[in-house]
């Protein structure tokens, strides 16, 4: 059944050429109220700009007072230095040659503080050497593995190498990292409460660190499916990033949330090869492909059964009656949009049903250039 609030259709759709990326301005702004909202403060988000990674959506934040942010690749930190942010926390354990860009971009840009992670010994030794052949100070925190087994060192062992990190005198200090993504029950109180189970090993870090006199300054915790659970603690900062566009995936996981989503595909029927069997300008090159299908809703096609993807192509089975011509623009919305996002160098922007200006995606690729 065509959904019937048609809010993601534009007028002008005879300009478009298919497949393309629109961007909700003005459901980016709300998102970005309920995520405030949710916080409590803004002081308390460091948002992940690993979904849309556009200096426009930062910029946005920032007019609501958000100064710090995260990211996941060289080409994201240097989007959020040409917004003049105040913080930015590179969230991925930087390898050498990796951590000399870091480096180098906190010599050039002095006003913005830098940060990074470490969960190992050997990173930190490697840190360490490069902070003292540079004469730089670094700011780490340690990344914590409460369960999600992807980086991170567990919490039980984690004392040692926070104290060294504590005793360092080129090395601040910063706290702790906790991304529990592996935790996603749709019921909101089941969510809660295995967020609350998986954080327990990470109050018994902060105090053993307390008691063998150290000091845990800050501790960021989460994403977007813990965002929530998370928020309802103190002295925690929250870093949320698909919360801003929305996507299929994370609306199963948090049913009740209150984002919009603020970014749909558009696509043009190409061919009917067959009967019942409609092709799509919906390829790998398009629609990200990590998940398995359906990895897009397209309106007016819900009970479609997906049956295939490749480059340029995406192919639908559809047996209701219809009057669906070749060249028709339909309207879809991803299961995943953070590394759909990444397959397009811009976005139309839509407001009041209007196409709007063109914003670019910046941080698509992963490469750093010119500082």
């Known amino acids: 059944m065509m959904t019937k609030n048609l809010w993601y259709k534009v007028e002008n759709e005879d300009q478009i050429i298919t497949p393309a990326l629109f961007v909700y301005p003005d459901r980016i702004k709300k998102n970005i109220e309920s995520m405030i909202r949710i916080s409590g403060a803004n002081q308390r988000l460091i948002p992940h700009v690993k979904t849309y990674k556009m200096q426009a959506v930062v910029k946005m934040q920032m007019e609501y007072g958000i100064k710090q942010f995260k990211c996941a690749t060289l080409g994201e930190l240097q989007m959020l230095i040409s917004c003049g942010v105040d913080h930015i926390l590179l969230a991925i354990q930087p390898t050498k040659e990796k951590m000399l860009r870091f480096l180098e971009a906190q010599v050039k840009h002095p006003k913005i503080s830098f940060s990074t992670l470490v969960d190992n010994e050997a990173s930190l030794d490697l840190f360490s050497e490069l902070a003292f052949a540079q004469n730089q100070k670094i700011n780490l925190w340690v990344d914590i593995n409460n369960g999600m087994n992807r980086t991170g060192i567990i919490p039980e062992k984690a004392v040692d190498l926070y104290m060294k990190l504590m005793m360092h005198p080129k090395i601040i200090a910063k706290g702790l ?106 390829g790998h090159k398009a629609l990200a492909s990590e998940m398995p299908l359906p990895r897009v809703k397209i309106f007016g096609l819900e009970e479609a059964i997906h049956k295939g993807q490749s480059e340029e192509h995406l192919i639908v089975e559809y047996k209701k009656e219809n009057n669906f011509k070749i060249g028709d623009l339909f309207y879809a919305i991803p299961y995943h949009i953070c590394p759909t996002v990444a397959k397009y160098s811009m976005a139309y922007t839509v407001r009041d049903k209007k196409l709007g200006s063109f914003w670019e995606i910046e941080a698509r690729d992963y490469q750093f250039g010119a500082l």
Do not use: M
């Open 177 to 282: 990292h906790i991304y529990d993504g592996h935790i996603r029950p749709p019921l909101l109180e089941e969510r809660i409460k295995k967020c609350d189970a998986a954080f327990e090993s990470v109050k018994k870090l902060i105090k053993t660190i307390k008691e063998r006199g150290g000091e845990v300054p800050e501790h960021i915790t989460g994403g977007s499916p813990s965002f929530y659970p998370h928020a309802q603690r103190e002295h925690n900062l929250l870093s949320p990033g698909t919360t801003l566009l929305w996507d299929l995936g994370y609306q199963r996981i948090w049913k009740e949330a209150p984002f919009q989503h603020a970014a749909v595909l558009v696509t043009r029927l190409i061919s009917k090869p067959s009967d019942n069997i409609y092709c799509f300008d919906l």
